[in-house]
Each structure stands twice: as C-alpha cells, then as structure tokens.
C-alpha cells in the first residue's frame, strides 16, 4: 500500500512537473509575441521621425507592403498573446486543482 501512496504522489509530481514546463514554454510565446508587437512601432517610429526627408506619395509602392506586413506582425503578435495568456490561465488552474487534491504538494507550493 505504500507503494502505490508513493507511486501516486511521483505520478502528481512528475505531472506538475510538466505544467510548469509547459507554463515556461507559453511565457516564452509571449515574451515573443511582445517582441512582435515592437518591430512595427520601431519601424513606424523611424518613418515619422524622418517623414520630411521623403515623399509619402512617391514611395507608395514601398509603404504599403511595409503597412501591410507591420499590420500582420501586429496582428500575429496579438494572436500569440491571447494565446499564452489562455494557456497560462488553464495551466495555473490546473495546477490548483492538483494543489488541492495532495496536501503535500500543496505545503511545498506554499513553502517556497
């Protein structure tokens, strides 16, 4: 019986071990996402701030491939960061929910 005490326990171990692993693996989407989010305000940031040096009108055939693929990355970054934030939410929960069910586990959460 002991056993099968210790077995269960290794099992929740080794499962919560996997979540975190992949809550690690959603924050590095995020912190990707974001990244996403800052190529376009950089590059829209060099275009305003030498916006007197050209003509909008004359580089059209430049700009709106830029816009489009700024609005994309802007776009795609978004869709990751709804993404890891769905992903951490379910994640955190169900790490509550082992958290509940084994005491011990729940003693070394709060402990550290």
């Known amino acids: 019986m002991a056993i099968e005490i210790k077995d269960e326990s290794s099992e ?10 992949e809550k690690r693996t959603s924050l590095s989407v995020l912190r990707t996402a974001i990244a996403l989010f800052t190529v376009p305000t950089s590059v829209f940031t060099i275009l305003v701030a030498t916006s007197r040096y050209y003509d909008l009108n004359s580089s059209l055939y430049f700009a ?4 489009l693929l700024c609005s994309f990355l802007i776009f795609f970054g978004l869709y990751l960061v709804i993404r ?4 951490l939410h ?3 929960r169900k790490i509550q929910e082992m958290k509940e069910k084994d005491t011990r586990l729940r003693d070394i959460i709060e402990s550290a």
């Not at 929740?12 to 692993?21: E, P």
């Not at 709106?64 to 816009?67: A, G, T």
């Not at 890891?84 to 992903?87: G, I, Q, W």
């Open 90 to 92: 379910d994640i955190d």
């Open 64 to 67: 709106v491939p830029l816009f």
């Open 84 to 87: 890891s934030l769905r992903r």
């Open 12 to 21: 929740i171990y080794t499962a919560v071990s996997l979540l975190l692993a």
